[in-house]
């Protein structure tokens, strides 16, 4: 089965947990020796890593002013307007103040959280065993394709949607 007449598109393979090992073999083009390099490259092209889409950053400035973005915020600038209008200018120069300091602060903390997050992420890389070309590997489990063989061992996390067919003693 050449990699682009694999038909792994949703619905084309119903209940995959209903079906016989070797149907599901034939279905994902693949077989007790797992896949060869030439299809893991291919799959990889056409259905991309086994990863979550990453975040887009947002620009400093962006996350800056959207600290601004808030219904009592709102309500502070107009009493702050309100206040000069009045010609209270203390007042309404306290209130400006706390309304920056509240931004500068939530600006800083939103930094830093999208930093821990980030470097969570990094950390949180998972290693499967995988059969391909017959032989037993670790392999980043981001580099996954539909029809790889992964052995899951006690203590695993599973790295994918998964199909077992040979299970001794499972437990969730």
Not at 51 to 75: C, D, E, G, M, S
């Amino acid at each position: 089965m050449q990699p682009d007449d694999m038909p792994l598109e949703p619905g084309v393979m119903a209940a995959p947990h209903a079906r016989g090992i070797t149907e599901v073999f034939e279905t994902l083009g693949t077989s007790e020796q797992g896949l060869g390099e030439e299809l893991v490259a291919a799959r990889i092209t056409r259905f991309g890593k086994n990863a979550l889409p990453v975040a887009t950053q947002t620009a400093a400035w962006k996350r800056f002013a959207l600290q601004f973005h808030n219904l009592l915020i709102y309500i502070l600038l107009a009493s702050a307007v309100i206040s000069f209008l009045l010609e209270h200018y203390v007042d309404g120069g306290v209130i400006l103040l706390v309304v920056f300091v509240n931004a500068i602060v939530g600006f800083i903390q939103e930094g830093k959280a999208e930093a821990a997050l980030r470097a969570i992420l990094a950390m949180i890389r998972t290693t499967c065993l995988v059969i391909r070309g017959g032989s037993l590997s670790s392999i980043d489990s981001t580099l996954l394709v539909p029809g790889d063989i992964v052995s899951v061992q006690p203590g695993d996390r599973v790295p994918a949607d998964l199909r077992l067919f040979y299970v001794k003693d499972l437990r969730c």
